[in-house]
Protein backbone atom coordinates (compact mmCIF):
# COMPACT_ATOMS: atom_id res chain seq x y z
CA UNK A 1 0.00 0.00 0.00
CA UNK A 2 1.52 3.36 -1.25
CA UNK A 3 1.53 6.65 1.60
CA UNK A 4 -0.73 8.57 -0.23
CA UNK A 5 -3.49 5.29 -0.06
CA UNK A 6 -2.43 4.91 3.54
CA UNK A 7 -3.47 8.40 4.40
CA UNK A 8 -6.46 8.21 2.55
CA UNK A 9 -7.66 5.35 4.31
CA UNK A 10 -6.97 6.69 7.52
CA UNK A 11 -8.78 9.65 6.67
CA UNK A 12 -11.55 8.01 5.53
CA UNK A 13 -12.02 5.81 8.34
CA UNK A 14 -11.35 8.67 11.34
CA UNK A 15 -14.20 10.76 9.14
CA UNK A 16 -16.46 7.77 9.29
CA UNK A 17 -16.09 7.33 13.13
CA UNK A 18 -17.09 11.24 14.04
CA UNK A 19 -16.94 13.27 10.95
CA UNK A 20 -20.48 15.57 10.93
CA UNK A 21 -21.74 16.58 7.13
CA UNK A 22 -20.79 19.94 6.04
CA UNK A 23 -23.45 22.76 6.50
CA UNK A 24 -25.14 23.29 3.38
CA UNK A 25 -26.55 26.66 3.81
CA UNK A 26 -27.90 29.01 6.26
CA UNK A 27 -31.37 29.39 6.97
CA UNK A 28 -32.02 32.84 9.01
CA UNK A 29 -36.18 33.18 10.62
CA UNK A 30 -37.76 36.21 11.79
CA UNK A 31 -40.84 36.02 13.52
CA UNK A 32 -42.59 38.46 16.03
CA UNK A 33 -45.26 36.17 17.63
CA UNK A 34 -46.87 39.64 18.63
CA UNK A 35 -50.69 38.89 16.36
CA UNK A 36 -53.40 36.13 16.31
CA UNK A 37 -53.17 33.25 17.90
CA UNK A 38 -53.30 31.03 14.62
CA UNK A 39 -50.17 32.38 13.41
CA UNK A 40 -48.08 31.95 17.25
CA UNK A 41 -49.53 28.38 16.92
CA UNK A 42 -48.02 28.40 13.23
CA UNK A 43 -44.52 29.71 13.92
CA UNK A 44 -43.75 27.31 17.22
CA UNK A 45 -44.11 24.02 15.00
CA UNK A 46 -42.67 26.01 12.22
CA UNK A 47 -39.51 26.45 14.28
CA UNK A 48 -39.81 22.53 15.04
CA UNK A 49 -40.48 21.51 11.87
CA UNK A 50 -37.16 23.14 10.45
CA UNK A 51 -35.26 22.65 12.94
CA UNK A 52 -35.64 18.83 12.68
CA UNK A 53 -35.01 19.09 8.50
CA UNK A 54 -32.17 20.85 9.19
CA UNK A 55 -30.59 17.77 10.63
CA UNK A 56 -32.14 15.69 8.52
CA UNK A 57 -30.38 18.22 5.33
CA UNK A 58 -27.62 19.27 6.98
CA UNK A 59 -28.59 22.75 6.77
CA UNK A 60 -28.21 25.58 9.74
CA UNK A 61 -31.48 27.00 10.97
CA UNK A 62 -31.44 29.97 13.43
CA UNK A 63 -34.74 32.33 14.66
CA UNK A 64 -34.67 35.74 15.49
CA UNK A 65 -37.31 38.03 17.27
CA UNK A 66 -35.10 41.13 16.88
CA UNK A 67 -35.23 43.01 13.61
CA UNK A 68 -32.35 44.81 13.99
CA UNK A 69 -30.62 41.70 13.23
CA UNK A 70 -31.88 42.56 9.24
CA UNK A 71 -28.64 44.27 8.47
CA UNK A 72 -26.36 44.02 5.65
CA UNK A 73 -24.01 42.83 7.77
CA UNK A 74 -25.44 39.73 9.37
CA UNK A 75 -27.05 39.47 6.33
CA UNK A 76 -23.71 38.61 4.18
CA UNK A 77 -23.51 35.13 6.72
CA UNK A 78 -26.94 34.68 5.36
CA UNK A 79 -28.39 32.01 2.55
CA UNK A 80 -31.70 32.12 3.05
CA UNK A 81 -34.16 34.77 4.91
CA UNK A 82 -37.52 33.16 6.05
CA UNK A 83 -40.21 35.74 7.09
CA UNK A 84 -42.41 33.31 9.57
CA UNK A 85 -45.29 35.95 10.65
CA UNK A 86 -44.91 39.14 9.55
CA UNK A 87 -42.03 42.01 7.69
CA UNK A 88 -40.09 44.64 8.92
CA UNK A 89 -41.60 48.08 9.39
CA UNK A 90 -38.72 50.35 9.80
CA UNK A 91 -37.01 51.98 6.80
CA UNK A 92 -33.79 50.53 7.61
CA UNK A 93 -34.61 46.93 8.48
CA UNK A 94 -36.61 47.21 4.73
CA UNK A 95 -33.89 48.80 2.61
CA UNK A 96 -31.69 46.33 3.95
CA UNK A 97 -34.27 43.43 2.82
CA UNK A 98 -34.29 45.38 -0.27
CA UNK A 99 -30.66 45.52 -1.36
CA UNK A 100 -29.78 41.61 0.06
CA UNK A 101 -32.73 40.39 -2.78
CA UNK A 102 -31.48 42.65 -4.82
CA UNK A 103 -27.86 41.00 -4.44
CA UNK A 104 -29.54 37.67 -5.32
CA UNK A 105 -30.22 37.13 -1.60
CA UNK A 106 -33.17 34.08 -1.16
CA UNK A 107 -36.08 34.09 0.80
CA UNK A 108 -39.35 32.53 2.18
CA UNK A 109 -42.58 33.73 3.16
CA UNK A 110 -45.10 32.80 4.50
CA UNK A 111 -48.94 33.94 5.32
CA UNK A 112 -49.36 37.18 7.29
CA UNK A 113 -45.80 37.97 5.95
CA UNK A 114 -47.84 38.81 2.87
CA UNK A 115 -50.45 41.03 4.19
CA UNK A 116 -50.82 44.54 4.19
CA UNK A 117 -53.80 46.59 4.97
CA UNK A 118 -54.52 49.94 2.92
CA UNK A 119 -52.54 52.69 2.87
CA UNK A 120 -54.61 54.64 4.67
CA UNK A 121 -55.35 52.61 7.59
CA UNK A 122 -51.46 51.43 7.16
CA UNK A 123 -49.18 54.60 6.58
CA UNK A 124 -46.07 52.48 6.43
CA UNK A 125 -47.14 50.50 3.42
CA UNK A 126 -44.30 48.85 1.97
CA UNK A 127 -44.75 49.34 -2.29
CA UNK A 128 -41.89 47.71 -3.06
CA UNK A 129 -42.39 44.72 -1.18
CA UNK A 130 -46.13 44.14 -1.53
CA UNK A 131 -46.44 45.27 -5.28
CA UNK A 132 -43.01 44.24 -6.80
CA UNK A 133 -41.51 41.88 -5.14
CA UNK A 134 -44.58 40.02 -4.24
CA UNK A 135 -46.94 40.88 -7.05
CA UNK A 136 -49.64 40.52 -4.85
CA UNK A 137 -50.38 44.28 -3.89
CA UNK A 138 -53.11 44.66 -0.65
CA UNK A 139 -54.82 42.18 1.27
CA UNK A 140 -58.50 41.64 -0.18
CA UNK A 141 -60.40 38.73 1.82
CA UNK A 142 -59.92 35.40 3.31
CA UNK A 143 -61.65 32.67 3.99
CA UNK A 144 -63.20 31.05 7.35
CA UNK A 145 -62.64 29.15 9.39
CA UNK A 146 -59.53 27.58 8.35
CA UNK A 147 -59.71 24.14 6.45
CA UNK A 148 -57.99 22.01 4.26
CA UNK A 149 -58.37 22.80 0.08
CA UNK A 150 -57.61 20.61 -2.59
CA UNK A 151 -54.28 22.16 -4.57
CA UNK A 152 -53.29 22.35 -7.93
CA UNK A 153 -49.68 22.24 -8.88
CA UNK A 154 -49.40 24.66 -11.75
CA UNK A 155 -45.87 24.94 -12.83
CA UNK A 156 -42.93 22.87 -13.48
CA UNK A 157 -40.07 24.21 -10.66
CA UNK A 158 -37.66 22.56 -8.45
CA UNK A 159 -40.59 23.52 -5.46
CA UNK A 160 -42.73 21.25 -7.06
CA UNK A 161 -40.79 18.29 -7.94
CA UNK A 162 -42.00 14.99 -6.92
CA UNK A 163 -45.81 16.81 -5.92
CA UNK A 164 -48.52 15.21 -8.09
CA UNK A 165 -50.97 17.51 -10.09
CA UNK A 166 -53.50 17.88 -7.35
CA UNK A 167 -52.82 17.32 -3.53
CA UNK A 168 -54.72 18.13 -0.54
CA UNK A 169 -53.29 20.82 1.60
CA UNK A 170 -53.50 21.30 5.86
CA UNK A 171 -56.01 23.37 6.83
CA UNK A 172 -55.58 27.10 6.76
CA UNK A 173 -57.09 30.67 6.47
CA UNK A 174 -56.75 31.47 2.38
CA UNK A 175 -56.16 35.07 1.13
CA UNK A 176 -57.36 36.67 -1.90
CA UNK A 177 -55.34 39.55 -3.27
CA UNK A 178 -55.84 43.06 -5.02
CA UNK A 179 -53.76 41.60 -8.05
CA UNK A 180 -54.32 38.85 -10.76
CA UNK A 181 -51.04 37.44 -10.22
CA UNK A 182 -51.42 35.77 -13.73
CA UNK A 183 -50.96 39.30 -15.17
CA UNK A 184 -47.66 39.69 -13.97
CA UNK A 185 -44.97 38.08 -16.45
CA UNK A 186 -42.92 38.27 -13.67
CA UNK A 187 -44.83 35.87 -11.24
CA UNK A 188 -44.79 32.29 -11.73
CA UNK A 189 -47.75 30.54 -9.87
CA UNK A 190 -46.48 27.25 -8.63
CA UNK A 191 -49.79 26.01 -6.48
CA UNK A 192 -53.37 27.24 -6.74
CA UNK A 193 -56.59 26.31 -5.32
CA UNK A 194 -58.01 23.85 -7.09
CA UNK A 195 -61.51 24.14 -8.08
CA UNK A 196 -62.65 21.12 -6.77
CA UNK A 197 -62.43 22.68 -3.13
CA UNK A 198 -65.38 25.04 -3.99
CA UNK A 199 -67.54 25.40 -1.68
CA UNK A 200 -64.26 26.54 0.14
CA UNK A 201 -64.37 27.34 4.29
CA UNK A 202 -67.33 27.47 6.16
CA UNK A 203 -68.01 31.14 7.65
CA UNK A 204 -70.50 32.19 8.71
CA UNK A 205 -70.46 35.24 7.00
CA UNK A 206 -70.90 34.64 3.63
CA UNK A 207 -67.91 36.69 2.20
CA UNK A 208 -66.10 33.92 4.22
CA UNK A 209 -66.91 30.81 1.93
CA UNK A 210 -65.21 30.78 -1.60
CA UNK A 211 -67.78 29.06 -4.63
CA UNK A 212 -65.75 30.05 -7.02
CA UNK A 213 -62.43 31.78 -8.84
CA UNK A 214 -59.02 31.54 -9.21
CA UNK A 215 -56.51 31.57 -6.23
CA UNK A 216 -52.66 31.31 -6.36
CA UNK A 217 -51.21 29.84 -2.78
CA UNK A 218 -47.57 29.69 -3.67
CA UNK A 219 -45.85 31.61 -5.92
CA UNK A 220 -42.31 32.80 -7.03
CA UNK A 221 -40.82 35.97 -8.32
CA UNK A 222 -38.31 35.20 -11.38
CA UNK A 223 -36.33 38.64 -10.94
CA UNK A 224 -35.70 37.54 -7.35
CA UNK A 225 -34.68 33.88 -5.14
CA UNK A 226 -37.65 33.84 -3.56
CA UNK A 227 -41.18 31.93 -2.41
CA UNK A 228 -44.34 32.73 -0.85
CA UNK A 229 -46.37 30.84 0.89
CA UNK A 230 -50.11 31.54 1.93
CA UNK A 231 -50.09 28.91 4.24
CA UNK A 232 -49.70 29.72 8.38
CA UNK A 233 -52.66 29.90 10.01
CA UNK A 234 -53.33 27.46 12.44
CA UNK A 235 -57.39 26.31 13.25
CA UNK A 236 -57.83 27.50 16.89
CA UNK A 237 -60.16 26.93 19.23
CA UNK A 238 -61.39 30.57 19.68
CA UNK A 239 -64.99 29.99 20.96
CA UNK A 240 -64.43 28.47 24.48
CA UNK A 241 -61.22 31.09 25.13
CA UNK A 242 -58.79 28.29 25.53
CA UNK A 243 -56.82 29.17 22.03
CA UNK A 244 -55.41 25.64 21.71
CA UNK A 245 -54.40 24.53 18.07
CA UNK A 246 -57.23 22.49 16.86
CA UNK A 247 -54.68 22.00 13.29
CA UNK A 248 -51.33 21.62 11.84
CA UNK A 249 -49.90 23.13 8.76
CA UNK A 250 -47.38 20.57 8.70
CA UNK A 251 -49.53 17.69 8.43
CA UNK A 252 -49.71 17.06 4.60
CA UNK A 253 -47.06 14.83 3.47
CA UNK A 254 -47.47 17.01 0.12
CA UNK A 255 -47.34 20.56 1.24
CA UNK A 256 -44.20 19.73 3.37
CA UNK A 257 -41.93 17.73 0.77
CA UNK A 258 -43.68 21.37 -1.57
CA UNK A 259 -42.01 23.85 1.56
CA UNK A 260 -38.66 21.51 1.81
CA UNK A 261 -37.82 21.15 -2.14
CA UNK A 262 -38.41 25.39 -2.33
CA UNK A 263 -35.88 25.54 0.90
CA UNK A 264 -33.56 23.37 -1.04
CA UNK A 265 -33.49 24.88 -3.90
CA UNK A 266 -33.04 28.72 -2.32
CA UNK A 267 -30.37 27.38 -0.38
CA UNK A 268 -28.47 26.12 -3.51
CA UNK A 269 -27.68 28.93 -5.58
CA UNK A 270 -26.32 27.16 -8.57
CA UNK A 271 -28.67 29.53 -10.76
CA UNK A 272 -31.36 31.94 -10.36
CA UNK A 273 -33.44 30.71 -13.29
CA UNK A 274 -32.48 26.93 -12.13
Same mark, same amino acid.
Given at each position: ??? /?? #? !???? %????? %??????? /?????????????????????????????????? &????????? $?????????????????????? *????? &? @????????? @???????????????? *??????????? &?? +?? %?????? #????? @?????? %??????? *???????????????????????? @????? !???????????? *????????? +? !?????????????? $???? !???????? $????????????????????????????????????? #???
Amino acid at each position: MTP /TK #A !ITLL %LLSVC %LAGCKPA /TRFTVLAFYTTQHDAAHISFVHEANTWFSQQAGI &HHFKYDTTR $NWNDLTKSNLSEVDVIVFLDSR *PDDSV &H @RLAFQNYMK @RGGSWMGFHFAGFALT *PSAYPQNWDWY &HS +EF %LGAGQY #ASNTW @RPTAAV %LATEAVH *PATTGLPKIFTSAPNEWYRWQNDL @RLNQN !IEILVAIDSTSF *PLGTGPKAH +E !IWYSGYYPVVWTNK $NYRM !IYFNMGHN $NMDYESGSNQTLSSTFSSAEQNQLILNSLLWLGTKSS #AND
